[in-house]
């Protein structure tokens, strides 16, 4: 689903070209979940520009389903660590705006609203948001308005769901919560994720793959499967191998700090 | 808490001001061509009503015909400039140096091309007002959250789609707080022009009463700027309460 070749990436900073990739080569197959982790400013959301073709890379190849990217891919749902709702739109409506956008609900935007707001109804639902759907932003907690920016993300059911930190700003229970709904979102519909996360054991409890990066220039230094037999239940985030898990990665990512 | 008190508060600080203004005039013995007494003002309000009601509309219509005109100008140049950065940096000092220009050092320029009288004080109005809805406008529009563009742009969105779902939604709480600005500049702009060269308006009927030394007629007219003033800003700041209250409500929103 997602190839990079050896994709570097330079932008111009205040004191000379800025390499912020260097090297990276990364693949993630269709229906995967695969989780990037690594130390704070090693690019990890810099990757994500890329493979959602928002940025061009300086060198390399950028695939995204066999095609090369050469311009926004225009399939990709996206959240980020701010939930980014339109204070002026309603929560349904908020929901409903990739729809105005992408192709081929835009065109039947008018024609088919009543159906396209039923789904985005029966999508809040999924996330435990029912009956939320006239609220404003501003009127939702903010793991409610996570939850609506996820569904927002999801709404045109996306084959690539791009994840930058989305439970960053989230208290723990919040977050487990959340990861929860989207395990159980992501097993429903089996779209392909790539999740940007500071949180190992987010990583590991979500992810088939943890890919983890260096420090900057940020590139893919080890790549790990996780096997934890699926559905995964939370309590797998107190077995003895989980934590393992979570120590590698974290001896990693402080070894890439050092260096 | 004390919840009639606070409506009541304006007022009574009106009243209050009026009464010890007319106090002082009485106790000092003020003359009347110095500083007219509010008793005196009134008066010459009852006994020149229809002149006053009569400049007061021109000024009015002066005002709103060039601030609708900034209005309109203001809001195309606004989303042109916040368009793109280049724009953007390009404009910008061009308009700060047509900004910082006074503009009744322009009113002469306009009385040469258009000659005394309406014309001028609709231009002066709308050149005055435009600039802050410019820049509100365009400061709207810069200031979209780039996550936020990532978002729709990772959808495919044009940079049209990206103006007309969040751009221009985005800088109308700007837009309308800007026209309160704007309408009261506006209104400066259309006064200014009278008082130098006009046959008509407030500020017209006020160089002419105060060349005759009538000071009550004078302040009588300021009294009525005063009431226009307030009359439109109030109607601006209701428009901005009603167009845009999302803006506000969602600054106080509420966590848990």
Known sequence: ???????????????????????????????????????????????????????????????????????????????????????????????????????????????????????????????????????????????????????????????LLMLDEPFAA???????ELWCVLRDVWQRLNFTVVLVTHDLREAAFLADTVHVMSARPGRIIETRKVDFPRPRSIDVCYEPAFSELVLALRNKIAEVRQA | ????????????????????????????????????????????????????????????????AGFLMAVAFGLLLGLFVGWSRTIYRGLYPVMIGFNSIPKVAVVPILVMWFGIGEVPAILTAFLISFFPIVVNVATGLATIEPELEDVLRALGASKLDVMRKVGIPRAMPYFFGSLKVAITLAFVGAVVSETIAANAGLGHLMTQAGSNFQMPLVFAGLLALAVEGIGMYAVTAWLEGRMTGWAFRSQQSAGG
């Open chain 1, 1 to 159: 689903m997602i190839q990079l070749d050896d994709v570097s990436l330079a932008y111009a900073g205040r004191t000379g070209p800025v390499l912020a990739l260097d090297g990276t080569s990364i693949s993630v197959a269709k229906g995967e979940f695969a989780a990037v982790v690594g130390p704070s400013g090693c690019g990890k959301s810099t990757l994500m520009k890329l493979v959602t073709g928002l940025v061009k890379p300086t060198s390399g190849n950028v695939f995204v389903n066999g095609e090369p990217v050469r311009g926004p891919v225009k399939l990709a749902g996206m959240a980020f660590q701010n939930a980014n709702l339109l204070p002026w739109r309603t929560v349904i409506d908020n929901l409903m705006l990739p729809l105005e956008i992408v192709e081929p609900y835009r065109s039947s935007f008018r024609t088919k609203k009543a159906e396209y707001r039923a789904r985005a109804e029966s999508l809040l639902e999924t996330v435990g948001l029912q009956g939320f759907g006239d609220r404003f932003p501003w009127e939702l907690s903010g793991g409610m308005q996570q939850r609506a920016s996820l569904c927002r993300s999801l709404i045109h059911e996306p084959a």
């Open chain 2, 1 to 64: 808490m004390n919840k009639p008190i606070e409506t009541l508060a304006p007022w009574l600080f009106t009243i209050g001001l009026f009464v010890v203004w007319e106090l002082a005039c009485r106790l000092f013995n003020v003359s009347s061509i110095i500083l007219p007494a509010p008793s005196e003002i009134f008066a010459a309000m009852g006994r020149y009503a229809s002149p006053l009601l009569k400049n007061s509309f021109v000024t009015l219509w002066t005002t709103m």
């Open chain 1, 170 to 176: 989230l208290d723990a229970f919040t977050r487990e």
